[in-house]
């Protein structure tokens, strides 16, 4: 059982350049989300899907784009990366009837 | 969401319990207290929840005051291993029958634990 798998696992961007972040989950769960973390501070969530077909927009959505294309996929892109992307970026996803929210290993990315 | 506050930073002594606190005073009666923790270079993992009664998995036990103000969570037996950064959360679930947003919980800084030998 992989759980939720994101790719790539790290990546070095310039400025200007974009980017498809790809997670997908194999626990055939409805919501599913994407958070950044910046060096000492907590998670701060960029958007989510409460089900296949839909997006939100959470915490810190300026800059980043989603889709959600099936009930297994979410992902991410950065349409024009800026230095301030620069992050550590986590794919999430939760069951309709469950609490837990089951986290990626995390994709480290770098914009120069 | 109400909002917790948590120490910045903690030690505890390997083998010893590490109680983890959390204040969280404007919870609302339908609000749920989540714990997660994360790793370095990890991603986080969920430890324990509860709404108004202590409970107690493999990996934690949560107690929650009477008044649900705070809650603590105890690592009975804090191994090396245990040193992470500990999230405490309060979230309403379920939903609102009539909300169609999706269930996200929205994470703090976190405590620090170092678990020392």
């Known amino acids: 059982n992989a759980g939720v798998t994101q790719t790539p696992k790290f990546q070095v961007l310039k400025t200007g350049q974009s980017m498809t972040l790809q997670c997908a989950q194999d626990?055939?769960?409805?919501?599913m989300y994407w958070y950044r973390q910046d060096p000492g501070m907590g998670l701060r969530l960029i958007y989510y899907?409460?089900?296949?077909?839909?997006?939100d927009k959470g915490e810190v959505p300026n800059g980043y784009n989603v889709s959600r294309l099936n009930k297994r996929e979410f992902s991410l892109r950065l349409e024009s990366a800026a230095p301030s992307q620069t992050s550590v970026y986590f794919c999430?996803?939760?069951?309709?009837?469950?609490?837990?929210?089951?986290f990626g290993e995390g994709s480290w990315l770098t914009v120069v | 969401d109400a909002k917790t506050t948590q120490p910045t930073s903690m030690d505890c002594a390997e083998g010893r319990a590490a109680n983890l606190p959390c204040n969280h005073s404007?919870?609302?009666?339908?609000?749920?207290v989540y714990w997660y923790r994360q790793i370095h270079s990890q991603g986080p993992q969920y430890i324990i929840h509860?709404?108004?009664n202590n409970e107690t998995n493999e990996m934690a036990s949560l107690i929650i005051t009477e008044d649900r103000k705070s809650s603590t969570l105890i690592l009975p037996h804090a191994t090396l291993r245990d040193t992470a950064v500990y999230y405490c959360?309060?979230?309403?679930?379920?939903?609102?029958?009539?909300?169609?947003?999706?269930?996200?919980?929205?994470f703090g800084k976190g405590t620090s634990l170092l678990v020392t030998p």
């Open positions: 626990m055939n769960h409805n919501s």
């Open positions: 959360i309060v979230r309403a679930h379920p939903l609102p029958a009539n909300s169609n947003s999706g269930y996200a919980l929205n």
């Open positions: 404007t919870i609302s009666g339908n609000e749920y």
């Open positions: 899907s409460a089900s296949e077909g839909t997006t």
């Open positions: 509860g709404l108004k």
């Open positions: 999430a996803s939760r069951g309709a009837l469950g609490n837990t929210i089951y």
